[in-house]
């Protein structure tokens, strides 16, 4: 198989981010464990593959419409996902500068901008695996899950989730895929907005966004 053009490479990151958060799992199929036995109930490791072990039962549910399809995954994801947490991470320091009625309303749209944008490609799915590589313990208790999916030689893409424990439990605050931070990659884009606009003009180009289903940038 042939290497994919450089440009093809250049955008695969951005195409595949909103994947990261099961929203656009077309590309994944079964999930299989590192060598080292069963994972523990309560680690993060064996939070992503319950995660994207129960999306992948659902994309393979061929007795499921696109739409069945599409809302399970999403009660899947919004169940193992902190997207308070991981909308702070997005804002960073503009967090602050939203009232709590704004931060709110920012969270429930940038859920619904993921789903919007990226939840009708859940029957675009081929077959493909995702192992679980391994895990490690980063700064302040936050844990990175390794995991690649396998599509073949040079087509495989590296894929990590970042975890951090709350209230008991290990949810997942970022995914990164071939060292492309979905985080970072969403904190840039509404940098740019706030630069020009401040938090109303931020939840103003969501709401547009959404009521089109169109991305914040191509």
Known sequence: MMPAPASDRTR??????????????????LVSAAPGGTLAASSPAAVVEETTSGVI???ANKGLSS???RRRVEEIVYAHVDFDTLC??????????FSAAQQAEFVAEFKR??????GHR???YKNERVAILGSREEAQGDWTVKTKILRGGPDDILMDYRLRGKD????????IIEGVSLVSNFRSQFQDVMTSGGPER???VLREKNSKSEPLKS
């Open 88 to 97: 702070r991470l997005v804002l960073a320091r503009n967090w602050g500068r």
């Open 67 to 69: 739409e069945q399809k």
């Open 122 to 124: 859940v029957e675009s």
């Open 57 to 59: 039962d659902v994309l």
């Open 202 to 204: 931020v939840l103003q």
């Open 12 to 29: 695969r990151p951005r195409r595949l981010t909103a994947a990261l958060l099961g929203l656009v799992t077309a590309s994944l199929a």
């Open 168 to 175: 008991g439990q290990w949810r997942i605050i970022d995914v």
């Open 113 to 118: 901008h993921l789903s919007l944008v990226y």
